[in-house]
C-alpha cells in the first residue's frame, strides 16, 4: 500500500468541508454512531429486500478499515461496537486522522495525501471545490470511480457531492456552478520512490550490508524534501527541474538527497542526479572570497568598498542589474551579492591562490580544458558540483572545517580545513545580515530569517539558479535549473531557488532547526571604525571620521581603506593652513601669520559620482588662500557635449519619432568611458545616442576610470 501521512490541519479545509458535509454532518457531536442514519438504513433495506445502504458514519468507517468484515448484519453489529470504542478511546482528531490516512482511494493508494499527488499531482492542501468534493466521495467505490479510468463516472459522482453541499448551505451555489465547469482529470498513479537517485547511487558504489544498504537518510526529512521541490516545480516552464540537498552540519551525514525534482521527467531528465553533476555556481563562491580578504588582513566586516563600473585588465564584470551602488561596507556588498567589489577582492587575492584555498578544502573547481584560474571564477566562470559545494559551506558553521559528505552512518567523518574559525564566523553573520524584507518576501518567517545565513546565485544566460543556507543545526543547498543546460529566462537565484530554500527551512523540525546565537571566537572583536578611512577613530584628530560603523575585525587587524591600484591617491592628506582664515597655503605662507598643519580624510576617487552633497562637502578641502606657486598640472575637466543639465526635450511635432540626443565625452585624462542612465550604466565609448522613449527626467552620468565625472538631467517633456 502507498501511504503518505497527514494530519487534518494539513488538509485543504474544502476537503474536511466536501467530506463531512457528504459523509458525516453529524460527526463533531455523535458518540460514533448515528441512531437516526441507522434506522433510515434499516428502512431502505428491509423496503428492498437486501442491504442497499449501511449507515455508516465516518467512525463506523474507521472501524471497518481497521478491521474489515463481511457486508451482514453480524458484521454490521461488530462495526458498531468497534466505532463506540474508537469514539470511548480516541479523540474526534485522531478518528479524523485515522481516516483521513487509511481511506482507500482505488488501487494500492490509500489515505488523502496519497490520492492527491497520485492523481492530481498536487498536495490535498491545495485542492480547489472541484477537486474536494472529487476526493470525498472516491472511498465509497474507489475501484468503480477511479478518476485516470472512469472520468464520467467520477464526475457523476463529484457532482452528486457539489449538489448536496450546496443544499446544505456549505457552499455558495457561484462556488458549485464554477465547481462543476472543471472537467475531471487524473494522471495514471506511480509507484512512490523515496530517494531515487541516491538508492540507485549507493547501489552501484556496493557495500551492502547481508543484502541491505543503509544510508543516512532521514525518511521524515527526505519526504518533506521531495514534497517541497514537486510543489514548487509544479508550474514552472517545461524541462525545469530541482535539486536539493539536507545535511547535519556537525556531523556531514547527508539527511535529505533530492538529485532531481521526478525521477519519472523524463523531458526535465529527471533520472540525471544533479547532485553529482558539475554545473556554474554563480556568485555562490563569493562568501569564499570574502572570508581568504578578511584571513589576508584585507578587510573587516565594515571596509569601504566600491560598487562602480570599472575594468580589471581585460576583464570588465558588470552587476546582475547593469546598476551601481557606489560606497558600500564588505557586509552589504556580500548580503547584496554585488559583482564588482567581488571581483576587485579576487584580483588582490589571487585567482590561483583562491582556487587552490578552495581545492585544499574539498571544493574542485572544473576549468576548460587549457584554462587557468582568472577573475571570472567568482561569478560562476567554472564548474562546481551541488555535493562539493554544501560540504564548503558546511565550514561557516563548522569552525572553518569543510569536508565530504556522508552518505551513509558509518561512513568516515574527513575533515578538511578551509577556513579560520574567525573568517568563517564573521562571513556567517554577515551572511545572515540580510535585508528583513528579502527574507520576508520569498516566505521564510522573520523569526528564523534572523537566524539562517543563506547566498543566492545565478549562472550565466540563467542557466543554474541557486540557493545556499546555513544554519547550526543543518546546511542546505538547493539548485534550479534545466539539467540540459538550456537557459530559463527571467528564473535566477531570488526568485527560483531562494524561495524553495525557505519551504525547506521551514518544513525542518523546529526543536531541531535553531539554537542560540554562536558566540564569536577569541580571534573576533567588534570594534568602531570610521568611513571614509576605515581605521579606528583617532580621538585627537575628529575631523578624520565622517562616519562611524561597527565592524567585526579578525585577529585584532583594523586594515584601512583598500587604496585604488589603478588610479591611486592618498585618502588621508596633510595640508598647511592659515590658523586664521583656515584657507589652504604653500610653501610662501601666502601672507599668513601663523601656519598649522591638519590632516584631512577623502573618499576614493571612484566613489566621488555617488557621493551625497553632504559627504561631498565634509570631504572637501580647503580652497586655497592664495594662488599655489607649484599647482599640479591638472587634465580638461570631463564634459559631456550634447546636453546641458535642466535641457527640456520634446517630439518634433505629432507624429514625430521620439526624440535622440547624440552625446560625446569631452576632455578627461582617461580613454575608457562609462554611460550611466538614471544610475545604470548602459553604455561604452567616447559617444552615447540616447533615444527618449517615455516622457519623464533623465539623470545622464559620464565616468571615466580615475573616476572624474559629469553629470546633467534633461526632462523629455510631453507635447
Same mark, same amino acid.
Given at each position: 500500500?502507498?501511504?503518505?501521512?497527514?494530519?487534518?490541519?494539513?488538509?485543504?479545509?474544502?476537503?474536511?468541508?466536501?467530506?463531512?458535509?457528504?459523509?458525516?454532518?453529524?460527526?463533531?457531536?455523535?458518540?460514533?454512531?448515528?441512531?437516526?442514519?441507522?434506522? @433510515?438504513?434499516?428502512?431502505?433495506? +428491509?423496503?428492498?429486500?437486501?442491504?442497499?445502504?449501511?449507515?455508516?458514519?465516518?467512525?463506523?468507517?474507521?472501524?471497518?478499515?481497521?478491521?474489515?468484515?463481511?457486508?451482514?448484519?453480524?458484521?454490521?453489529?461488530? !462495526?458498531?461496537?468497534?466505532?463506540?470504542?474508537?469514539?470511548?478511546?480516541?479523540?474526534?482528531?485522531?478518528?479524523?486522522?485515522?481516516?483521513?490516512?487509511?481511506?482507500?482511494?482505488?488501487?494500492?493508494?490509500e489515505g488523502v495525501e496519497t490520492a492527491s499527488r497520485a492523481y492530481l499531482g498536487k498536495s490535498a492542501r491545495? +485542492?480547489?471545490?472541484?477537486?474536494?468534493?472529487?476526493? &470525498?466521495?472516491?472511498?465509497?467505490?474507489?475501484?468503480?470511480?477511479?478518476?485516470?479510468?472512469?472520468?464520467?463516472?467520477?464526475?457523476?459522482?463529484?457532482?452528486?457531492?457539489?449538489?448536496?453541499?450546496?443544499?446544505?448551505?456549505?457552499?455558495?451555489? !457561484?462556488?458549485? &456552478?464554477?465547481?462543476?465547469?472543471?472537467?475531471?482529470?487524473?494522471?495514471?498513479? @506511480?509507484?512512490?520512490?523515496?530517494a531515487p537517485i541516491l538508492a540507485r547511487r549507493l547501489k552501484q558504489e556496493g557495500g551492502a550490508e547481508r543484502g541491505v544498504i543503509v544510508s543516512a537518510i532521514d525518511a521524515g526529512l527526505q519526504w518533506r524534501l521531495e514534497e517541497r521541490l514537486t510543489t514548487r516545480i509544479n508550474g514552472t516552464p517545461a524541462g525545469t527541474s530541482a535539486a536539493a540537498l539536507i545535511v547535519e552540519s556537525d556531523t556531514l551525514l547527508v539527511r535529505a538527497y533530492a538529485g532531481s525534482a521526478d525521477f519519472h521527467d523524463d523531458a526535465a531528465h529527471g533520472q540525471v542526479d544533479i547532485v553529482q553533476a558539475a554545473r556554474s555556481p554563480g556568485s555562490t563562491l563569493k562568501p569564499f572570497v570574502y572570508a581568504l580578504a578578511l584571513e589576508q588582513g584585507l578587510i573587516h566586516s565594515q571596509s569601504l568598498?566600491?560598487?562602480?563600473?570599472?575594468?580589471?585588465? =581585460?576583464?570588465?564584470?558588470?552587476?546582475?542589474?547593469?546598476?551601481?551602488?557606489?560606497?558600500?561596507?564588505?557586509?552589504?556588498?556580500?548580503?547584496?551579492?554585488?559583482?564588482?567589489?567581488?571581483?576587485?577582492?579576487?584580483?588582490?587575492?589571487?585567482?590561483?591562490?583562491?582556487?587552490?584555498?578552495?581545492?585544499?578544502?574539498?571544493?574542485?573547481?572544473?576549468?576548460?580544458? $587549457? &584554462?587557468?584560474?582568472?577573475?571570472?571564477?567568482?561569478?560562476?566562470?567554472? $564548474?562546481?558540483?551541488?555535493?562539493?559545494?554544501?560540504?564548503?559551506?558546511?565550514?561557516?558553521?563548522?569552525?572553518?572545517?569543510?569536508?565530504?559528505? @556522508?552518505?551513509?552512518?558509518?561512513?568516515?567523518?574527513?575533515?578538511?580545513?578551509?577556513?579560520?574559525?574567525?573568517?568563517?564566523?564573521?562571513?556567517?553573520?554577515?551572511?545572515?545580515?540580510?535585508?528583513?524584507?528579502? &527574507? @520576508? =518576501?520569498?516566505g521564510l518567517a522573520m523569526a528564523q530569517s534572523r537566524k539562517l545565513a543563506w547566498k543566492t546565485g545565478t549562472s550565466y544566460g540563467f542557466r543554474d539558479a541557486?540557493?545556499?543556507?546555513?544554519?547550526?543545526?543543518?546546511?542546505?543547498?538547493?539548485?534550479?535549473g534545466r539539467p540540459d543546460g538550456t537557459p530559463s529566462p527571467g528564473q535566477y537565484g531570488a526568485i527560483s531557488a531562494l524561495p524553495l530554500l525557505f519551504d525547506i527551512v521551514d518544513s525542518l523540525p523546529r526543536h531541531q532547526q535553531w539554537s542560540a546565537a554562536q558566540a564569536p571566537p577569541p580571534s573576533v572583536s567588534h570594534v568602531e571604525i570610521c568611513w571614509p578611512l576605515g581605521t579606528l577613530p583617532d580621538p585627537h584628530q575628529p575631523q578624520l571620521c565622517h562616519e562611524k560603523r561597527m565592524?567585526?575585525?579578525?585577529?585584532?587587524?583594523?586594515?584601512?581603506?583598500?587604496?585604488?591600484?589603478?588610479?591611486?591617491?592618498?585618502?588621508?592628506?596633510?595640508?598647511?593652513?592659515?590658523?586664521?582664515?583656515?584657507?589652504?597655503?604653500?610653501?610662501?605662507g601666502c601672507g599668513a601669520r601663523r601656519v598649522i598643519t591638519r590632516e584631512f580624510a577623502r573618499w576614493p576617487t571612484r566613489l566621488e559620482p555617488w557621493l551625497s552633497p553632504n559627504r561631498l562637502q565634509r570631504s572637501a578641502l580647503p580652497e586655497w588662500a592664495c594662488a599655489p606657486q607649484q599647482a599640479p598640472p591638472v587634465a580638461a575637466p570631463l564634459r559631456i557635449v550634447g546636453a546641458r543639465d535642466g535641457d527640456v526635450i520634446r517630439r518634433a511635432g505629432p507624429g514625430a519619432p521620439p526624440p535622440t540626443l547624440e552625446l560625446r565625452a569631452l576632455g578627461g585624462d582617461s580613454a575608457q568611458h562609462y554611460w550611466l542612465l538614471n544610475g545604470k550604466q548602459t553604455h561604452q565609448g567616447e559617444r552615447f545616442s540616447l533615444q527618449m522613449t517615455t516622457p519623464g527626467s533623465y539623470a545622464i552620468t559620464l565616468l571615466d576610470e580615475t573616476g572624474v565625472y559629469d553629470r546633467v538631467t534633461v526632462i523629455h517633456a510631453a507635447n
Open positions: 500500500m502507498w501511504r503518505r501521512p497527514i494530519a487534518p490541519e494539513q488538509v485543504s479545509p474544502l476537503y474536511l468541508e466536501a467530506l463531512l458535509g457528504y459523509e458525516d454532518r453529524w460527526f463533531p457531536i455523535h458518540p460514533g454512531v448515528n441512531p437516526i442514519a441507522l434506522l @433510515r438504513a434499516a428502512w431502505q433495506n +428491509l423496503r428492498s429486500g437486501g442491504i442497499v445502504s449501511g449507515g455508516s458514519t465516518l467512525t463506523m468507517q474507521v472501524a471497518r478499515l481497521l478491521e474489515p468484515h463481511d457486508r451482514t448484519y453480524s458484521g454490521k453489529l461488530r !462495526q458498531i461496537l468497534r466505532a463506540l470504542q474508537l469514539t470511548w478511546r480516541y479523540s474526534k482528531a485522531e478518528v479524523l486522522t485515522l481516516y483521513l490516512n487509511h481511506a482507500p482511494f482505488g488501487g494500492p493508494l491545495e +485542492l480547489s471545490h472541484a477537486e474536494a468534493a472529487l476526493l &470525498a466521495v472516491l472511498p465509497q467505490a474507489p475501484s468503480r470511480l477511479r478518476p485516470d479510468r472512469y472520468p464520467q463516472r467520477a464526475r457523476r459522482a463529484r457532482d452528486k457531492v457539489l449538489q448536496r453541499l450546496l443544499d446544505q448551505g456549505v457552499w455558495s451555489a !457561484q462556488a458549485v &456552478a464554477d465547481a462543476r465547469m472543471e472537467t475531471v482529470w487524473a494522471q495514471t498513479p @506511480r509507484a512512490p520512490f523515496l568598498l566600491s560598487d562602480v563600473p570599472r575594468a580589471f585588465a =581585460d576583464y570588465a564584470p558588470e552587476n546582475f542589474d547593469h546598476a551601481y551602488l557606489g560606497p558600500l561596507s564588505a557586509a552589504e556588498a556580500l548580503a547584496r551579492s554585488r559583482n564588482v567589489p567581488a571581483v576587485d577582492l579576487l584580483t588582490r587575492i589571487g585567482a590561483n591562490l583562491f582556487s587552490a584555498r578552495l581545492r585544499q578544502g574539498g571544493l574542485t573547481l572544473s576549468l576548460p580544458s $587549457g &584554462a587557468r584560474p582568472n577573475p571570472s571564477l567568482i561569478l560562476g566562470g567554472a $564548474g562546481v558540483t551541488l555535493e562539493q559545494l554544501t560540504g564548503a559551506y558546511a565550514a561557516l558553521a563548522r569552525g572553518g572545517l569543510s569536508g565530504a559528505l @556522508r552518505l551513509r552512518p558509518h561512513a568516515p567523518l574527513q575533515e578538511r580545513r578551509l577556513l579560520t574559525p574567525g573568517a568563517a564566523w564573521i562571513v556567517r553573520h554577515m551572511l545572515a545580515s540580510h535585508r528583513p524584507g528579502v &527574507a @520576508r =518576501d520569498a541557486w540557493a545556499m543556507g546555513v544554519s547550526d543545526r543543518y546546511v542546505i543547498g538547493v539548485w534550479v565592524a567585526w575585525a579578525l585577529g585584532g587587524a583594523v586594515p584601512p581603506t583598500l587604496p585604488d591600484l589603478d588610479h591611486w591617491r592618498p585618502l588621508r592628506v596633510s595640508l598647511a593652513l592659515d590658523a586664521d582664515s583656515g584657507k589652504r597655503v604653500d610653501a610662501s
